[in-house]
Structure formats: structure tokens, C-alpha cells
T-cell receptor, first 111, second 111 residues
Framework: KQEVTQIPAALSVPEGENLVLNCSFTDSAIYNLQWFRQDPGKGLTSLLLIQSSQREQTSGRLNASLDKSSGRSTLYIAASQPGDSATYLCAVWAGSYQLTFGKGTKLSVIP | DAGVTQSPTHLIKTRGQQVTLRCSPK?????VSWYQQALGQGPQFIFQYYEEEERQRGNFPDRFSGHQFPNYSSELNVNALWLGDSALYLC??????????FGSGTRLTVV
């Protein structure tokens, strides 16, 4: 059974800092990995999708990497802003038709 | 290009009642999945519909049922509501391995 762990559970940083969120998964036979953002009480916004054949994806200030062999992914956020405050969720698609999610990292960027 | 549309946004029901939630997928997507998200947790997979059939089901009781229509839209039905069914219900659409697009969710409160 696939399990996804996100560390840390919560993170508070001053505005302007670069930061890294971590995601690990137990079954390396994945089709893809997706990072989402969730604002309180809202739905999920897709940030980055990494296919199993890819090592990283970039969008603006966000960069996500994937190391299938070690079962790890990182989401790098450059020059953080207060508007980046949200919960960030990592999800993997592996073998079945469901996404398996971590519990998320709650990020607070302090002005 | 409209994303995933869910209705209603919020819903309050009494224990024992039945509820129907609706979802219209993103244009070009043919697969619809439903997730339940309790407070502070990652989304949990309920089931996925493809070609109007339930393709896979998560660990949810038969009180949870669904349907997919020829235009790919979908419904989630929950019978005999429990207090524990209170959650954010998320619909996601996809096409092959192109990643998932989520709606804004329906907040269900059972009293």
C-alpha cells in the first residue's frame, strides 16, 4: 500500500526566504507525482506535475524535483511572499487509479 | 476554459438523510474521481468513474454511490448520513496520465 509522508507538517518563514518542502513515498513504481496548493476551506490548485520519466518541473518561483529510486520529491519556493501562505499537498499516482496524498505542509510566510 | 465545477458549495443535512453532490469535469477530461477530505487531513479516495462505470473504489461503505453521465459529468450520493460524513468533498477530473484538476469542493455538514 502506497503511503505518502510530508515533512514538516508546518513551517513559518519570513518574507523573501527560499524554502523547501519535502515529500516521501513508499512505492517507487509511480506514474507521476503532483504538487497542489490548498487555501483554507477551498479546493486544490495544481502547481506542478512531474511524470515518472522526468526529474524536475519549474513554474515561475516554484521548482519540483523527483527521485523515484529514493521515493522522494521536493518543492522549492524561491523568494517567498505572504500570498504563498497555504497548505501544500503532495500526491502520487501509482498502479491503481487513485491519487495517494500526504497530509500536507502548512506554510506561513510572515511579512 | 472552465475548470472543474462542483455544486452546491455548501450543504447542511440532518443525520439519516441522503445527499447528492454534482460535478462537471474540465473540458477534454473523461474521467471523474471523488475524494473526501476531513479537517487537517489529506484527501481520501472514494471512487473513480470512467466510461460511465465505477472503475475503482476506495475504502468507503456502500452508502457512498455514484454515477457518470454520457457528457462525463458525475454525481456522488451518500445515503443514511452520519455525523462523521461531515467533510469537504472534492471532485477531480483527468485524461490519461495528464494529471488531475480539482474543483473547489462541496462543504457538507451533518447535524
Amino acid at each position: 500500500k502506497q503511503e505518502v509522508t510530508q515533512i514538516p507538517a508546518a513551517l513559518s518563514v519570513p518574507e523573501g526566504e527560499n524554502l523547501v518542502l519535502n515529500c516521501s513515498f513508499t512505492d517507487s513504481a509511480i506514474y507521476n507525482l503532483q504538487w497542489f496548493r490548498q487555501d483554507p476551506g477551498k479546493g486544490l490548485t495544481s502547481l506542478l506535475l512531474i511524470q515518472s520519466s522526468q526529474r524536475e518541473q519549474t513554474s515561475g518561483r516554484l521548482n519540483a524535483s523527483l527521485d523515484k529510486s529514493s521515493g522522494r520529491s521536493t518543492l522549492y519556493i524561491a523568494a517567498s511572499q505572504p500570498g504563498d501562505s497555504a497548505t501544500y499537498l503532495c500526491a502520487v499516482w501509482a498502479g491503481s487509479y487513485q491519487l495517494t496524498f500526504g497530509k500536507g505542509t502548512k506554510l506561513s510566510v510572515i511579512p | 476554459d472552465a475548470g472543474v465545477t462542483q455544486s452546491p458549495t455548501h450543504l447542511i443535512k440532518t443525520r439519516g438523510q441522503q445527499v447528492t453532490l454534482r460535478c462537471s469535469p474540465k473540458s477534454g477530461h473523461d474521467t471523474v474521481s471523488w475524494y473526501q477530505q476531513a479537517l487537517g487531513q489529506g484527501p481520501q479516495f472514494i471512487f473513480q468513474y470512467y466510461e460511465e462505470e465505477e472503475r475503482q473504489r476506495g475504502n468507503f461503505p456502500d452508502r457512498f454511490s455514484g454515477h457518470q453521465f454520457p457528457n462525463y459529468s458525475s454525481e456522488l450520493n451518500v445515503n443514511a448520513l452520519w455525523l462523521g460524513d461531515s467533510a469537504l468533498y472534492l471532485c477531480a477530473s483527468s485524461f490519461r496520465t495528464g494529471g488531475y484538476t480539482f474543483g473547489s469542493g462541496t462543504r457538507l455538514t451533518v447535524v
